[in-house]
């Protein structure tokens, strides 16, 4: 699988971005896709993830303001980001991970732990200043 982050950039507070993921290679339809974050010293923490049954869970410091959607069409991920907050400020990375049945993946019950997910984009940055 692999897995291509766009749409990153600087904004100023209050701004949005939308980002985007293309994703190839998925052999199984049970699947979780979700966006992660990295900020400069800090752990990787799971931002916004979606289920192929297309349950949705937020971190709380998102919620209201963050959106995650996909298009099984075409395995394209999005998130878009409102009211933006110099703390939203880090490396975003679009995850995955699949599986014959729902129960064989951890991405289910432990949606926002990062080891849970086997695949991994390369990032894309986002700094708002304030």
């Known amino acids: 699988v692999q897995l291509v982050e766009s749409g990153g950039g600087s904004v100023q507070a209050g701004g949005s971005l939308r980002l985007s993921c293309s994703a190839s290679g998925f052999i199984y339809s049970t699947r979780c896709m979700g966006w992660f974050r990295q900020a400069p010293g800090k752990e990787r923490e799971g931002v916004a993830i979606?289920?192929?049954?297309?349950?949705?869970i937020y971190a709380d410091s998102v919620k209201g303001r963050f959106s995650i959607s996909q298009d099984n069409a075409d395995n394209s991920l999005y998130l878009q980001m409102n009211s933006l907050k110099p703390e939203d400020t880090a490396m975003y990375y679009c995850?995955?991970?699949?599986?014959?049945?729902?129960?064989?993946?951890?991405?289910?019950?432990?949606?926002?732990?990062?080891?849970?997910?086997?695949?991994w984009g390369q990032g894309t940055q986002v700094t708002v200043s304030s």
């Open positions: 979606i289920a192929s049954d297309g349950s949705t």
């Open positions: 995850a995955a991970d699949e599986s014959i049945v729902r129960g064989w993946s951890r991405c289910h019950t432990s949606p926002r732990d990062r080891t849970a997910y086997k695949y």
